[in-house]
């Protein structure tokens, strides 16, 4: 049974710091990740994705990747009202088949950035 | 705007109704998804279609029927539905269904359903 863990919040963090956001998976095989964004109300909209150890920044969002913890996270920084909205983590196995059984979800954190 | 146009945006419907749910896709995908998203769950995968062909059915109750008559064009046959099956129903597409590309999903505004 595949799992990801993300604390449901919500997460408030003034405006201009910096945003963490913290997911953990249970499947070792585990080759993607993937962060999405969904505003109340709105469809999930892909942000970020990251497939090795390490960081990986684009503009004002990097994320984390710990493969051996198991341990992917967003950060934030310079933090904006407009960024309030829960922010899903997903994970992918890709199986040596080269299949594929699709994204497993967290439920979620919401973040609200307060002005 | 996503590129996928899902209708209705809203529905209700008794448990003996007979309802469908559209979605449209004009990004030149070949897969595409239903997902389910209640509140304080996760979101759960449904069905997958790639090239017209259905590769998962994550368990679903036969009261969800799908249909993929073309890589554009998805939809979800409901029957006889429970109330606890009131969420939100979100369509979504990728490229293709390989590890290298079934990730980066681009998700309609979904449909939001109450059963009475």
Not at chain 1, 26 to 47: A, C, H, N, T, V
Not at chain 2, 10 to 39: D, F, I, P, R
Not at chain 2, 55 to 84: D, I, K
Request: net charge neutral; proline share 5%.
């Amino acid at each position: 049974q595949k799992e990801v863990e993300q604390n449901s919040g919500p997460l408030s963090v003034p405006e201009g710091a910096i945003a963490s956001l913290n997911c953990t998976y249970s499947d070792r095989g585990s080759q993607s990740f993937f962060w999405y964004r969904q505003y109340s109300g709105k469809s999930p909209e892909l942000i970020m994705f990251i497939y090795s150890n390490g960081d990986k920044e684009d503009g004002r969002f990097t994320a984390q990747l710990n493969k051996a913890s198991q341990y992917v996270s967003l950060l934030i920084r310079d933090s904006q009202p407009s960024d309030s909205a829960t922010y899903l983590c997903a994970v992918n196995v890709a199986y040596s088949g080269g299949g594929a059984d699709g994204l497993t979800f967290g439920k979620g954190t919401h973040l609200i950035i307060q002005p | 705007e996503t590129g996928v146009t899902q209708t209705p945006r809203h529905l209700v419907m008794g448990m003996t109704n007979k309802k469908s749910l559209k979605c449209e896709q004009h990004l030149g995908h070949n897969a595409m998804y239903w997902y389910k998203q209640s509140a304080k769950k996760p979101l759960e995968l449904m069905f997958v279609y790639n090239f017209k062909e259905q590769t998962e059915n994550n368990s679903v109750p036969s009261r969800f029927s799908p249909e993929c008559p073309n890589s554009s064009h998805l939809f979800l046959h409901l029957h006889t539905l429970q109330p606890e099956d009131s969420a939100l129903y979100l369509c979504a597409s990728s490229q293709d269904f390989t590890p290298a590309t079934n990730e980066k999903l681009f998700f309609g505004s979904g449909t939001q359903l109450s059963v009475l």
